[in-house]
């Protein structure tokens, strides 16, 4: 078996919506509903792009009032999301 050395990366950053960002976002798209829905439930839960794409009817209780996140979408193929590192 030949030795395969890994190559050691700088961990990512990542750029996170400030709260002022987040409420622009959410006056941006005060006319569409069912778009500041999504960019609502999204940026409240935290959930990533794809789980959001994702989500359907299925994974809301409106009896309970909790939602389960149980799917990510990347390049049109869903898949369980990632997990959290």
């Given at each position: 078996?030949?030795?395969?050395?890994?190559?050691?990366?700088?961990?990512?950053?990542?750029?996170?919506?400030?709260?002022?960002?987040?409420?622009?976002?959410?006056?941006?798209?005060?006319?569409?509903?069912e778009?500041?829905?999504?960019?609502?439930?999204?940026?409240?839960?935290?959930?990533?792009?794809?789980?959001?794409?994702?989500?359907?009817?299925?994974?809301?209780?409106?009896v309970?009032?909790t939602?389960?996140?149980?799917?990510?979408?990347?390049?049109?193929?869903?898949?369980?999301?990632?997990?959290?590192?």
């Amino acid at each position: 078996m030949p030795k395969i050395r890994l190559l050691k990366l700088d961990p990512p950053r990542f750029d996170f919506l400030t709260f002022e960002e987040f409420e622009r976002l959410l006056e941006a798209v005060k006319d569409d509903p069912e778009r500041r829905a999504l960019f609502l439930v999204g940026g409240e839960a935290g959930l990533r792009q794809g789980e959001s794409i994702a989500l359907g009817w299925d994974d809301v209780d409106l009896v309970s009032g909790t939602m389960t996140v149980r799917k990510s979408s990347c390049r049109e193929i869903v898949a369980t999301p990632r997990a959290s590192m």
